[in-house]
Structures are given as structure tokens and as C-alpha cells.
């Protein structure tokens, strides 16, 4: 017996995982990749356009949290390795488990069709069209830049921070009154990185809500080893004791100048950097609020300030997009997407996603966990609940997750990578299999 005929969008770290599961499962696949390469978002300046890495990036999560369960990280990485280093680590894994062989480069999906009774008719940028039983989909969603819709027009150049490569690609960003807007982990990265004195910039960084700023070390050791959520302990409770510990470990933003967050930590993804609150201490970074108009080379700030400036940097999220699906078929209007587990649409049981989370405090391991389930899944071992049960499921999960947080398309994903392994590992997994045993493998999951 083998498996479903299988077709896997992305060669990133989702389609990666995903692959290597069902290798391990021996369920037959093939993974379109529109680019030459493997590592999606990791490759940088990937030919397909759709990696966001600058030059300088370093990842924000250690190394410790950072890797694959059955494949850890070199011990000779630092603890926060460069973007070079992680593309490394991806293409050793892909020729450990030789992921390589069922990947067709520069041949992506350019329409995924559901047919009538289920399967799936894929179009390849070869031009091909071909039949699959079960369609997985890790297209990533750090691409599509998102930017600030403000009123008015402004008259230098803009670009977002998705295309932003170093301080000569793709502007040349010196001696340049440059105004960066957002306050994530990238607005801080390119902040620090403009306003070194050799650059002779000025750089002014705006945020709308305001943010917690995190250290990348405590003790001498990467912060995020002291940080492990519990499913035996009220997620509220644990998020308080952080909420009055914060303070005392880390300051507060207004003591740098920053504007008072409208939040309070966890109620927005906090900014990891150590040297954005010595540039701003040092008057490196001029910190302003949310912009209230452009008009030319000026820009009006919501406390009534304004100032001349030549670049604007956008580093302002991204957009959920599937450009190979109908619009009114799936899509993510403002990054709402419901998904049981944050893997599968009620009422389409042939189709799964896979890495469409914003997971704390790491990716990786996440996309792993719910490759594990992939691959029972696909080799009919694991059986899902009724759509109704998804759909109650999926509000009450939502409501776990982000019930707390800002209303804001960046954090509709969001989950904690350690209540979610927890819950899969010791109820959803085996539930599912439980299921699979009563009513036996979903109608496409084994064919002869």
C-alpha cells in the first residue's frame, strides 16, 4: 500500500518539515518551489523574490529553541546565528534526509484547483497540469509586504523593509533623513544599523502602539532559555508574573524615550534588541509616535510634531496571501484565516497548512510538531473531528491565544509554541488516532 498522491507548496522551512515527515511515513510527494534553491524566507536574496533577510540579520531566537527536534543546530553556531547560518543548517537538513530528490525547482504552483468530489488539480509554472489526493501548503507568509496607509503624499523615496538590503541596496541610505516606521524586531534591526555615526544619517523611529523591548541575554545566557510556558498553570497567571518582572529586568520604553505602550506585555509581540535602547539612550534614534500626515517632505506626528525627511522605511508586517487560490475560494482578509490547529479549513479535509502561525518563541520546532500530525494525517492514522467541533475548536483556541492581544492583523496567528506541542502531543494526536481506529482513514489517505 502507499499513500496519497501528495504535492507540497514551498521548499521553505515549512514545505522542508513537511516533506521530511512524510518521508518518514512513506507517503509519496512532490514539493514545488518556484525559486533554485531550498530555504524560502532564509535564502538571501532568494531569485523568487519573496525572502525578507537583510544583509546584517541575525536570528532572533537562540539556537537552543531555535532547532528541529531530530536535528539539532552545530554546536558551533553562536547563539544567534546569522541568516547565512540558518540557510546552512536548512540545506544540511535537506541532504540528511535527502528532501532534495522529491523537490522540483523553479517549477511552482501557479493555480491549485479543488476538483468536485475532492483531489486537486495543480498548474506549475512549466505549464504543466497534474492530479494530487491531498494538498499541503507552506508558501510562507513573510512576503507580501504590508505598508501604513496614512493621508497625504510624501515626496522622497520609500520602500518597505521586506526589500531593504544594507545601506546602499537598494537606496544609498547616507548622509539621508530617514524616518523608519514600525517598532518590530526588523524597525529595530535597520534602526540601529542606519543610525551609526559612519553613516552620517539622521533616523527618526515611529510606532503607533508603542512596544515592550526584551534583551536577547540574561545572566550571561540567551533570554529565551529562562522562557517556558506550562499547561499546568493558567496562561494569564504566568503572562502577570512576566507583566511585574519586566519592569524591574528590563526598564520601561518611556525610559527611552519610546512612547508608553497602549499594551501591556504579551498584548503585542514584544521587540527583541539590545542595542536599539543604547541608540536611542545615545540620541542615535530620535523615537516619535504614530505619523498623522505626509505632505511632500514633511511628516506630521499625532503629538504635533513634524519633521523633514528624505527616506521613509516601512517595516509595517506583511500580508497572508495564496496567489494560487481563487480569491473567493480561500484567502486571509486582514490575516483572519481559521484554522483548526492552524492547519486545516473546516470542510476541506484534502488540503493542509503548514507554518501559518506566529509562534513564541520560535518556528521551527512549531512547524515540526504539526508536520508530526501531517504525517499521521496523510498516512491514515490520524482522523479529524467533525466541522462543527472544528469550528468551536477554532474560536475557543483563537480566544487562547490571542483573546488578550491588540487587535491588529499581525497577531491574528499567534500561539505559544509550548501549550500547542503539549495539547498536540498528548490529546490532539492521539484523539485523532483514536478516531482513525473507529471510523477508519479519511477516503483518500491509503490507495492501493
Not at 506583511?318 to 483548526?340: C, G, K, R, V, W
Not at 490547529?341 to 484534502?350: E, H, S, T
Not at 474560536?395 to 491565544?401: I, L, P
Request: hydrophobic residues 35%.
Amino acid at each position: 500500500m502507499q499513500g496519497p498522491r501528495t504535492a507540497v507548496i514551498g521548499a521553505g522551512i515549512s514545505g522542508l518539515t513537511a516533506g521530511k515527515i512524510l518521508n518518514d511515513y512513506g507517503i509519496p510527494y512532490t514539493c514545488f518551489e518556484v525559486s533554485d534553491r531550498v530555504g524560502g524566507n532564509w535564502a538571501f536574496k532568494n531569485p523568487n523574490g519573496y525572502s525578507s533577510a537583510y544583509r546584517s540579520l541575525h536570528i532572533d531566537t537562540s539556537k537552543h529553541r531555535l532547532s528541529f527536534k531530530d536535528f539539532p543546530m552545530p554546536e558551533s553556531f553562536p547563539d544567534f546565528p546569522h541568516h547565512s547560518q540558518i540557510k546552512s543548517y536548512l540545506d544540511d537538513y535537506a541532504d540528511a534526509f535527502d528532501l532534495r530528490e522529491n523537490i522540483e525547482f523553479q517549477n511552482g504552483v501557479t493555480h491549485a484547483r479543488r476538483l468536485d468530489g475532492g483531489g486537486w488539480e495543480i498548474r506549475t509554472q512549466a505549464g504543466e497540469t497534474r492530479n494530487f489526493d491531498l494538498l499541503v501548503v507552506g508558501n510562507g507568509h513573510h512576503w507580501d509586504a504590508r505598508r501604513a496607509n496614512f493621508p497625504g503624499t510624501f515626496s522622497g523615496e520609500s520602500i518597505h523593509a521586506h526589500h531593504y538590503i544594507d545601506p546602499q541596496d537598494p537606496l544609498p541610505l547616507t548622509g539621508k533623513r530617514i524616518l523608519v516606521v514600525g517598532l518590530g524586531n526588523s524597525a529595530a534591526d535597520i534602526s540601529v544599523e542606519l543610525s551609526s555615526k559612519s553613516l552620517q544619517n539622521e533616523v527618526t523611529l515611529s510606532t503607533r502602539s508603542g512596544a515592550w523591548i526584551v534583551p536577547k541575554y540574561i545572566a550571561g545566557k540567551p533570554a529565551d532559555k529562562y522562557y517556558k510556558t506550562t499547561p499546568y498553570l493558567p496562561l494569564s497567571w504566568q503572562r502577570k508574573m512576566v507583566q511585574l518582572g519586566h519592569p524591574i529586568m528590563s526598564g520601561r520604553p518611556e525610559d527611552y524615550g519610546l512612547p508608553t505602550p497602549n499594551h501591556k506585555m504579551f498584548e503585542a509581540h514584544p521587540t527583541q534588541s539590545v542595542e536599539l535602547p543604547l541608540r536611542l539612550g545615545s540620541g542615535d534614534v530620535i523615537p516619535k509616535p504614530n505619523v498623522r500626515e505626509l505632505d511632500g517632505s514633511t511628516v506630521h506626528f499625532e503629538d504635533g510634531t513634524s519633521g523633514e525627511f528624505d527616506v521613509i522605511v516601512y517595516a509595517t508586517g506583511y500580508n497572508i496571501t495564496f496567489p494560487f487560490f481563487d480569491e473567493d475560494f480561500i484567502s486571509a482578509p486582514d490575516n483572519h484565516i481559521p484554522l483548526y490547529k492552524r492547519m486545516f479549513k473546516p470542510g476541506i479535509d484534502d488540503l493542509v497548512f503548514i507554518g501559518f502561525a506566529q509562534s513564541t518563541p520560535t518556528l521551527f520546532p512549531f512547524v515540526e510538531c504539526q508536520s508530526r500530525l501531517l504525517g499521521a494525517y496523510a498516512a491514515g492514522r490520524y482522523r479529524l473531528p467533525s466541522a462543527e467541533v472544528m469550528d468551536t475548536v477554532i474560536a475557543s483556541d483563537q480566544q487562547k491565544y490571542t483573546g488578550h492581544m491588540l487587535d491588529r492583523p499581525r497577531h491574528t496567528q499567534q500561539v505559544d509554541y509550548f501549550i500547542y506541542e503539549h495539547e498536540m502531543r498528548t490529546k490532539e494526536l492521539p484523539e485523532g488516532a483514536a478516531r482513525a481506529a473507529a471510523l477508519g482513514a479519511p477516503r483518500w489517505a491509503v490507495a492501493a
